[in-house]
Every structure is written in C-alpha cells, then in structure tokens.
C-alpha cells in the first residue's frame, strides 16, 4: 500500500524515543520529551518538525469556534455540541454524533490490518499521532482551558506535554508488554533415544475489540490518553465518548489521530468520536455493545460502579473518587509544609482528583521548627499561607482557573453548613473573562475522634468526597489515631494520594505501613516545588489500583497486559 | 529470625533455576526442570536432594489412607472427607474443616513479613516447595490417579512434573512482573535557571489480599497450580478449596507449602485449605468474603460465571467449560492424522478441557495421500484408529484412566441417543482395580449445515459441551463451511484448543485468520507425537483469556500482573 508515512520513515522519526521511553518506564528517572514551557513552541525545530507558537495556537483555537468539526466518519446522523467555556464564553463547535449500527462495524473492519502491522509499527503510529497534538500544544491548552476551567498555564501543561507524556508511557507499557512473547519459537523436546518432538510455533498479540474511552470534564486529555493509547497500541480500534462539556480537547485529539492512521496507511475509523444529545445517556448504551471489550472511565464512583457491574462483556479500568488525606505530625520546615499545601489546595480550585481533602491534624498540637503549634494555630496558618499565596487576584487567577460545572460552585458555597469556617471561600474577578466562575478554597474544621467517624450515624461530612475547593482541618487525638483515620477513610472511599509531614521515624513507619497494607500512594514531607496533587509519567504511579478511588493505576504492567491476547498456531516440523 | 531454610540457602539451591525459567519463557523454546521419566526419581541425586522412588510413593500413598490428615491450621471446627477413587477403592482420608471466622484473620496477619520479604525471597521460597513437592512426585501421581481417574503414568506426568512446571510458569512470571518496577529511583527534574527538583522515590510490590483456588476434580494439581503459585509468589496468603472429590493432591500441597514456609521463617499460615462437607458449598460462601481479593477456579461454566457476576470484591480467573473443534480439509498424512486423533480423543477417557469435540469434516470428502476419502469413510477409518489404539486392554487401560464422575458416565451412555453412532463406546475391565468404571469414546455423526447451527431452536448437541468421551463427526458443505461453524462455536461457547488439518495454504490462511479474530490457540496438522489436547509449559499458552472457555491464558503477563499492586513512597531529597 503507498503510504504518505512509510514504516522507515515512522522509526526514523519515532524508535529512538521509543527506547528512550521504555529506558524511562525501568528506571523511573527523570524524563520526557515534550516540553513543558509554552515558549518551547512556535517555528521550527532542528529536525524540522513545525509547531504552533503561542499566537498560532490562540488563533487555530478561535477558528474552530462556531463551526461544524468534520471528522468524515461513517454513519453520522446528527450534529450536536452545546459546551460553555467555565470561563463564560460559548464554544459553538458541533459534532458528529454517531449511527453507532454504522460505526461499530466499520471501526470492526478496521482492526485486521491493525493487528497485523505488530507492536512496533502500532507504537511508532500512536507516537506519531502524539507528535502532532505536541505541535499543537498552544491550540490544545486553548480548549482544554475552555472546557475543563483550568487556568492558561495549567490547560497548556496538565492538559498539552503531561498528558502527552501519560499518552507516551502507555505506548511504551503496552509495546513492551506485547514484545514479551517471540514472534515465533523452534520447540524441541528430548525423547530418550526416540527422535525428539519437533514444534514450530508463531505468537501474534491480537486485540480484544472495540475500546471505549468516556471522557472526564475536568482533564480531558491527562485522563483520556492512558486508555486510548495503551488500546490502540495493543490493537484495538478506540471509541472516544467525550464528557458533554469537554468534547474539543478529545475531538482535536481524535482528527490527529485519524488523519496520522489515514497517512501511514490504515483505515481512519481505527480511532472514532462519539459525542452525545444533551441527557442522551451515550456512554451507558455504548458499555454493553458486545463490540465494547474495554472501557476506560474517569468520573463519579456512581457510574464506575454500574459500569462494572453491567459492562460485564467488557474489561473495565474506572478511576472514580476518592477522599484524599495528608497527616500532619511534625515537621522541620513549618513554611515549607504550609506553603506547599496552601499550593495543593489552591492548584486548579481544589478539582483534582490527587487534591488533599483531609488535613488531619493532632488536637494537641504538633511540634515544628518554629516551636510547638496548637491545632488552632496550625489551621489559621494555613488558612493565612492560602490568604497569602491568592492575595493577588493575578496570581489567584493564574493558580485556581475557573470553577468547573454549577455542582461544584453549589458544593463550595454549602461548605460553610459542614462546620466551623477556618478559611472563606471568595469569589475572584476574572480579568479577561468576566464569566467566569472564580473561587479561592475554604477550609471547614472537623472532628476527628474516633467516635465520630467509626459511627456511620454521624455521618463526618469529611468522610464523603466534597469536590472541589473544600477542605476539612481534622482535629485528631494523636497521630496514631490520625493514621487509623487514614487507614479507615482508604479502606472505604478511597484515595488517589496521601501525604504525611512528619521528623518522627516511628511515625514515619506507620504512615508508610498504612499505606502499603491500605495501597495508596505516599509522599512524604513535601515542602518545596513538587506537590502531593502531582505525578510525572515515566517515574510516579497515579493511583494504586487497589483501593476503591481506582481500579488500575497508570501506568504499569495491568494496565496494559489484557488488552490483547497472545494467539498461537503451532505447527509440526 | 532464626530459620532451618536461609536466604543465602535458598539462592543457591534455586536461584539458577529461576534464571532458567525467565530465559525460557522469553524465548518459549522447549525446558523443564522436572523430569517425566518414572525412573528419575527414587534415591538421591547429585546435589544430595532426596526423592522417593516408585515403590515409596506407593507406601506413602497407602500410609495416608484411613487417617486424618494434619495441617495444624487455626480454626479447624470439625473433620471431613469422603473421597472414593474412580477406581472404586475408598480414600477414607479425613481434612479439617474450617471456622473461617478464624483461618481468615489468622492468614490475613500472615501477609505484613511475606511482604516484606520481596520478590525474589518469594519466588525461591515457592520454589522449594515446587521441589519438595518434585522429590514426592510418586505419591502426587497415587493421590491424583484416585481422586481424578487418570491411568498412572498420566498422573504421575500431568499431575506431577506437568503440573510442577506450570506452577515454575506462573513464580517466573510473577517474579519478573515485580521485578519490573525498581525497588527506589532518584529523580531529579530541571527548573531551567533554578536548581532541579529532587525526589527519592521507593516502589514496594505489595499483595492484594487472600487469594482462593477452587479446585477441579479432573487436575486438581495442574490447574491448581498457576494460580496458588501466581498469588503466593505475588505476596498473597493463598487458600485452597478442593474439589470435595479431589482434595488429597491439594492437601498434599498444602501440608508441603505450609512446611517449607514455617521452615524459611514465614508464618505456615500463608496458605491453608478449606475442605468441605458434602453439600456445604463452601466455595461459594468464602468467594463473596472481603477478605478473598483474588480466586482462580477450574470448572462449570455456570459456577464461573456466578463468580464473575458475585465475587465483585475480588480478581476472579476462570477457566469453564468450551467446545473445542478440528477442522479436517486435507492431508498428506492420512494415517498419521488419524492415530494422532485417535489418540487425542481417548487420552484420559477426553476428559481433559483441551480435548478435540467436534470433528469437521467436509461431506463430500477429503484429498489426502492415500487418495481422495468420503465423509463415511473419514468416519468409520478414524473409528477403526480408536479401535485399533485401543484394542489391547492394557494399552486401552493405560490410556483410558477411569471415567471421573457419574455423571460423565451417563453421558457417554446417553450419547447414543445424539445421533447415528458412527463408534460405540464399550466397558473395560481394570485389571487391578474391578471397581474402575472404564469406557471408550464414542463417536457420533452429525449435520453441521449452517441451517442446523444458525437455528437456535435445532439446538444442536454439539454445539454444547459435552464432557468426557463422547465426540462429533461433523459433516459440513465445505471447508470454509466449517471454519465459519468453527467462529461461530468458539465465539457462542468457547475453545481451550482449535486443530486444522490442511494441506491448502488458503485453507490454512483462513483456519488462522478465524483464530486470530476469534481468540483461539490453533495446532495445525499434529500427525506424531504431540496431540492438540497437550499444551508445554513455558512455551504453550493453555488458553487464550479471549473466548468464553476461559478469561485467562496459562501463563501470560496479565495473569499475574493485576495480582500485586506497587506502591509508591516518594520523599524530598
């Protein structure tokens, strides 16, 4: 078949890095290949590879505003679209929305060549297809920002190189997991002194079908390319349903995608979008098509319980929520802890699924290098580091972006009924967008003793995941009880991250043991540039898959290792 | 702690072999460690390691009969067993029975040092109870004969070395996904003009929780073993609940591994068994338990399928019943095809789940190099083969084994009545054992038009499983005739195994291409001495995980990967 993009064109481009990135994935050193300053883009790069410049990228984004996003799928039957930017403009864009009795099998044709091009060539494709949204980096940061209300900044790097970055890494788990297994094998089995048995067998990595990818609002990309990319890198063609008010990120994603396939020679429909009618309900139809063999899910626990419960026929990966603690005991830089968590708190209004909800905090009071504190004086310094760190309304703008849906503006306004206030939350003016919704965290203080939270009757508000930028101050009765706390709120909610402070090596020991018996992950003492809400592809893992916030974790070996199936035809000799 | 089995002991008996495994299932070339030949064993070898011989494991076989059988487990409430071979001598072996109100917690605590002691302690500790259990290889092969039915040297080779290397399998695996991840990382992330963000980072392997295997009746230790030895070597405490007419292999197991764990300074209680009273249905109860993360079950399709909807709480493997077909197009072996058929189909009475079921064989003949042979003909020519491998008792004893089960002995005297019988099975005498129920398979003929298996209300036999000695000459309009009835089996029922006899390159083309898609292992013209229903650890997948007869392949990396979690604890440098 001529292909614009010849197989040696594809690893002259792409297999270096490949390495590179499977070296990464073994040594969990530092490493990406998509950088994270916007100035990093624009012109022309020494291999002569293009990008959009910051200016590029704001124009391409305003181009696709009110307009119809062609995709030339087959079996569109209507044009759908009503997202409004957090921000408070409307994007106007319309979408294909599918005849899935069309698409389906025409995504089906697709996957024999698929499968038959073999991990590499599929690796060096999905990489391809990374290239090209790294080059559009500007113009993604544009419509993440316009659909999850994540600050410019944030949009360009959470949503454009560390998502790209999460996009790379399963590429590379799910290349080397497929390599696992020769392409075929000489087998030869002793028989005394009979002639030995002789086998020529052939091993082939075949996909399980349709993968389904539901996006989420708040990080269309960064949650949706793990599970397209480790899908389609083992061989199976990817239906994206978007999040109704986040389709563009995904739409920009899946035409770079489809247009990389069309050039290196395969059939487009191997990557499809599916954007739904308002309450339409799209991703609950789509879970139980028998065509649906995977399905990756990021959202609310409700509809990752149903779709595991009823998308029985499908492998299901579900990130859902979570109640996220960070154990405060002691520590040797007091301003550095309060600094760095007023930071996690504040970072994208508190939205993130790694965000600290719990700072569970000794009545009594913790020892600090700047003297013992009390709990009241621990809570009001961190209320005062979040004063501090938002108190220009530049810097809060640039920090919080934009509330994301009314739920969460509803949620952070009933906070202050939850308990006594220790931080309000107010609202910010946004200067370019007079629209949007803007709102600096509130902390709420809470009752920690063990009779409030073994009792299920109480119901501690904090027990529950309040989304958003709410956060409880937790009075506990010592660390020990504060770790039972955290033992307990893992083992039911849930928990993406944990942290602790602590100069105690004891306590130190059973924060750690609580997390490897509870399987959360752990950071410890952070008070400098790296926060618990963050993880960087390649080194840290984002979830444990073991408790109830996640059933995988991204990214490692069972993210990827049943997304195919190893076929063997074995013939005599 | 002191330990009878150190780690430095245990790296010098084990370590090289674990070396050997890995290369091996990286390159899938012929090996194993546990010689097939009764003869090795008995007596001492080089390295000083003892095993019993032949008339040992008679003795110790005999010895156990009529006794309770010890474990030393916590929480024993009563005393059950009522096993009776199927070669009709009674076992009269007592097992405890267990309060799992108090087994539970006990191996629950057992899992905090077994953590602890990583991946590599792990695996060579299993792997001394893999030779423990190697050096008793004559009194597994006793105890399997008369819980399964298999003719001895079947048990003494699948349910010994067979079986042992299946477990080796899935500790080289489980070793090498873990190892995947580096136990700490330093990393360190460029700030353009600012100093570089530090970090040290731990990773940890830790266990699920409390892993189940539900035996089988038919091979309680081969396909008990993958999933005992994947969760164990994972850091899970495992418990075995036998099948209540096959517990004495298992319990041997068991009461080895308990040994060797308390030897190695472990706590014996990492793995236990659960027998039960008859009735009790024990399996079912324990499956919903939140302590049970992980089961692996052999059997029913309807229990399986029970436990995929229930066991939500845990990994549920399951490998349940399918219907396996050869597709018979050409051959320029006729008579080669035919004994190795013929063979395939009495090997253990086709008790086996990898046994050939359905024969298709195109109705207007087939080209093979004894010149052109109808569809009667191909018949009646592999009936005479049955009949000639088994026309001497003897031989017809040794191959046969005993029929398992009543209930596999009124459904190969009720088969019959499926269709025009093209073999008759026929009783034979034991001449050791008169209590053995003996039979030969029967053949059936059948009409494989796409009306009759397209229709659901013609509702052919064979298109269900029909378990034991009973299997179908399919006569089918063409060849691609019958590789469309085979798609159509494997992806409505299932397939552990697929066999083509062929001398068509487009035939051959089209048989792959339908296993490809249809997620099925295929064994092209078997003619000598390896049979379609044997699969070769470390190169063979048993299985493919991507058809309804099993949602797991023996051994791949996604049967062990999802069984750990990795846990991270990152700290500021």
Chains 1, 2 share one sequence.
Request: with cysteine.
């Amino acid at each position: 078949m001529a292909t614009e993009l010849s197989a040696a064109q594809l690893i002259e481009k792409h297999r270096p890095t490949l390495d590179r990135a499977l070296e990464a994935i073994q040594t969990r050193a530092y490493w990406s290949p998509h950088p994270e300053h916007p100035k990093a883009y624009g012109g022309t790069d020494e291999s002569g590879r293009g990008s959009l410049s910051a200016g590029e990228g704001q124009a391409a984004f305003d181009e696709l505003r009110g307009t119809r996003f062609e995709l030339s799928q087959p079996g569109t039957d209507d044009w759908v679209g009503d997202e409004v930017s957090p921000y408070g403009i409307e994007l106007g864009v319309l979408y294909p929305h599918p005849d899935i009795d069309v698409l389906l099998p025409a995504m089906r044709a697709a996957m024999p060549a698929w499968r038959e091009a073999g991990p590499e060539t599929r690796a060096l494709v999905c990489m391809e297809i990374l290239a090209r949204i790294n080059a559009r980096t500007h113009e993604f940061a544009h419509a993440v920002m316009h659909t999850s209300g994540q600050a410019f900044m944030m949009a360009l790097q959470a949503g454009g190189p560390h998502a790209q970055d999460r996009g790379l890494e399963a590429v590379a788990y799910a290349y080397r997991e497929q390599e696992r297994v020769p392409g075929a094998a000489s087998w030869s089995k002793p028989q005394g002194k009979r002639d030995p048995l002789h086998l020529n067998k052939e091993f082939t990595a075949v996909p399980r079908g349709i993968a389904l990818v539901i996006g989420c609002n708040t990080f269309p990309t960064w949650n949706g390319y793990p599970g397209l990319f480790a899908s389609l890198a083992t061989g199976n063609p990817v239906l994206v349903k978007p999040h109704p008010r986040a389709v563009l990120p995904l739409a920009l994603t899946v035409r770079v995608a489809r247009e990389v396939l069309s050039e290196a020679g395969f059939d487009r429909n191997l990557v499809a979008l599916a954007a739904e009618r308002a309450d339409e309900g799209l991703a609950k139809t789509l879970a139980v098509r028998p065509e649906i063999r995977l399905i990756d899910y990021t959202g609310s626990t409700a509809f990752g319980d149903w779709l595991e419960a009823n998308a029985r026929q499908a492998l299901v990966f579900t990130e859902k929520a979570g109640v996220n603690s960070v154990v405060v005991d002691s520590t040797d830089d007091y301003k550095g802890m309060l600094s760095n968590l007023a930071f996690s708190l504040s970072l994208y209004s508190g939205q993130m699924c790694t965000t600290p909800q719990n700072i569970l905090i000794p009545r009594d009071g913790i020892q600090t290098d700047a003297g013992p504190r009390s709990y009241d004086e621990v809570v009001s310094d961190l209320a005062g580091a979040v004063d501090g760190l938002l108190g220009d309304e530049a810097r809060a703008n640039a920090l919080l972006g934009a509330i994301v849906n009314p739920q969460v503006k509803e949620r952070v306004e009933a906070a202050a009924s939850l308990g006594e206030v220790a931080l309000a939350s107010r609202a910010v003016t946004h200067p370019d967008f007079p629209g949007a919704t803007v709102r600096t965290p509130t902390i709420v203080k809470a009752d920690g003793a063990r009779k409030v939270w073994e009792n299920p009757e109480a119901d501690a508000a904090y027990l529950s995941e309040c989304f958003g930028p709410v956060s409880f101050a937790v009075a506990v009765d010592s660390t020990p009880e504060a770790i039972e706390l955290l033992r307990h709120t893992i083992r039911q909610k849930g928990a993406m991250t944990v942290g602790a402070y602590t100069t105690s090596a004891e306590m130190e020991r059973l924060a750690e043991e609580a997390c490897l018996e509870e399987c959360a992950q752990l950071s410890l003492n952070l008070t400098g540039g790296v926060y618990v809400n963050q993880t960087a592809a390649f080194s840290d893992f984002h979830g444990s898959g073991g408790n109830p916030a996640a059933n995988a974790a991204l990214c490692d070996g069972a993210f990827v290792a049943n997304r195919f199936r190893t076929i063997e035809v074995r013939r005599q000799a």
